[in-house]
């Protein structure tokens, strides 16, 4: 069996390694991974690995993999079918969605079992906010037979879309007049500019690189669409809330410079320009700036409209958007770690095509 680790402070530095499952503890399920998705967003959980958690999901020591602290397991959005179980109430064949780790497997102590789903209650995650410990079941959810491919890639990040949307409705756009939002031919920045342009509140606009500024237009989910070199084309005169999902401080201080007062917020949400993040030249505004963190803002909407409000809302915006993506959206699959470890490179290096998603079994 092999999973991938890799080093915390320098993600090119990654190492596969063999592991043997051993028996399987009584109260838990072992669990076949795959297939998951690999996305701009697991650079940002490595990012922000030790800030939020992420690298405390899953236990790098398990199956005596390491005893190296700086090594971790980046997490992954994806199936899993269980394989053999321990645990009452949740059968072999049970398939489910979750955070997983590249891996072929994983054994999991589920808790909090229902219908929908169970969380897994390891010792090594307690602490981790509810959402990265959940898992559904598929066959209960009718949602999930939709363009089951599309659904690891994007259904993830449309979440965060979703209540990014939904976050700057509620503060009234912070006086701005125009949303521009930053990497645009991002999956995350897709879909909220898709929620953004339903809602029809204000302008949408974006700034992606001149190589994918034709796709970003194709979309039609933006309003106008710039590129990097062509930031002080925009008018400076108009209010202008910005949506991050690069981490590319160097485009933010230029917007700053651009805008100046005419900027009313920057709402940080990705980090996938994670080299250049890292050589922020100061800042130059007191433009508010803070972290979007999109499991708070889920709880949040949890306790104010339901659980069952919740997913009512968040369907009406994913089920149309899932349908679109389809045609802009091609999803390719592999098996083997030697095709992980290539779209990894690609990720880190910005190469991944905007127009693909990937899906992978080892």
Not at 176 to 203: H, I, N
């Amino acid at each position: 069996m092999q999973t991938l680790l890799v080093n915390k402070t320098d993600f090119a530095d990654v190492a596969v390694v063999n592991y043997d499952e051993g028996d399987l503890a009584d109260g838990q399920i072992r669990v076949d991974i795959g297939p998951f998705a690999l996305t701009a967003n697991n650079v940002t959980y490595m990012v922000t690995g030790d800030q939020i958690g992420y690298w405390s999901v899953f236990n790098p020591t398990a199956y005596d993999l390491t005893q190296d602290k700086t090594q971790g397991r980046m997490p992954v959005w994806g199936y899993g079918i269980v394989r053999e179980s321990r645990f009452p109430g949740i059968e072999a064949g049970a398939k489910m969605y979750g955070f997983f780790p590249i891996a072929k497997s994983m054994d999991m102590q589920p808790g909090r079992l229902s219908a929908h789903g169970f969380t897994d209650i390891a010792e090594h995650r307690s602490g981790l906010h509810g959402l990265y410990s959940s898992y559904s079941f598929t066959d209960a959810d009718p949602s999930y037979g939709a363009h089951v491919d599309l659904q690891p890639v994007l259904r993830p990040l449309f979440t965060t879309s979703f209540l990014i949307d939904d976050f700057l409705d509620d503060e009234s756009f912070f006086g701005a007049e125009q949303v521009l939002l930053l990497s645009a031919s991002s999956k995350t920045a897709l879909g909220t500019a898709y929620c953004l342009k339903a809602r029809g509140a204000l302008p949408v606009v974006g700034l992606t690189s001149e190589g994918n500024k034709d796709f970003v237009e194709g979309t039609e989910f933006y309003d106008r669409v710039f590129t990097y070199d062509t930031i002080t084309d925009m008018n400076p005169d108009i209010k202008t809330v910005v949506v991050d999902m690069s981490g590319n401080m160097g485009v933010i201080r230029t917007i700053e410079d651009h805008f100046e007062e005419n900027l009313t917020y920057i709402c940080r949400v990705g980090i996938s320009h994670w080299q250049e993040a890292a050589k922020a030249p100061p800042k130059r505004t007191a433009t508010p700036t803070a972290f979007f963190f999109a499991p708070d803002r889920a709880k949040q909407r949890i306790g104010d409209w339901g659980q069952a409000g919740f997913a009512e809302n968040l369907g009406t915006r994913w089920m149309p958007f899932l349908e679109s993506a389809k045609d802009w959206l091609t999803v390719e699959k592999a098996e083997g770690m030697e095709a992980v470890l290539e779209n990894y490179k690609a990720l880190l290096n910005g190469q991944s095509g905007p127009d693909k998603g990937y899906l992978f079994t080892l």
